[in-house]
């Protein structure tokens, strides 16, 4: 069961409410409202460039029809998310910054360094290996289900699943 009310890509333009074709370029935003994650995507016409207070964003092609689905990574956007979500203080943003971090670290763009203790709170202390960057994130002891969860919730807003 999900902790997250996501949708999936739409492949309706936002603006226009034009279904997007294959083989079109898209793009897609990822914004916090009120708490809860709201993907919106736009046909590459409509696009002037992301909305305010946006999470994130990308660009993509919409498959031509009966191409087989194949996952792509873009690093950058799970960076861009996961620091995003550095100040979050609500327990599903808190779980999707962890597995974004999960994610990255098995991409080998994030270094595990340490695991330090405040309180009752386990931080992994991690480093980008691209940048150098460092960065802290609480592990929210998820159990395998809510971790998988997790992960088909990111998966979905990139639209791998």
């Known amino acids: 069961m999900s902790i997250y009310q996501i949708q999936g890509p739409a492949r309706q333009c936002a603006t226009s409410g034009r279904e997007l074709r294959p083989g079109e370029r898209?793009?897609?935003v990822l914004l916090d409202e009120?708490?809860?994650f709201v993907r919106k995507d736009y046909a590459a016409d409509a696009w002037?460039?992301?909305p305010e207070g946006y999470v994130a964003y990308w660009s993509g092609r919409i498959p031509a029809s009966g191409s087989p689905k194949r996952p792509t990574f873009n690093d950058e956007w799970l960076v861009d998310c996961f620091t995003h979500l550095g100040e979050a203080t609500e327990p599903a943003q808190r779980n999707f910054?962890?597995?974004?971090a999960l994610l990255l670290m098995r991409r080998k763009r994030f270094k595990f360094e340490d695991v330090r203790r405040v309180g009752d709170d386990e931080l992994l202390m991690l480093r980008d290996a691209r940048t150098g960057n460092r960065y802290e994130v609480i592990d929210?002891?998820?159990d395998?289900?809510?971790t998988e969860a997790v992960q088909e919730?990111?998966?979905r807003v990139l639209g791998w699943q």
Do not use: H, M, N, W
Not at 97 to 100: F, G, N, Q
């Open 26 to 28: 898209f793009y897609t």
């Open 34 to 36: 009120a708490g809860l």
């Open 48 to 50: 002037s460039g992301p």
């Open 97 to 100: 910054r962890y597995v974004v």
């Open 140 to 142: 929210p002891r998820l």
């Open 144 to 146: 395998d289900a809510q």
């Open 153 to 155: 919730e990111v998966f």
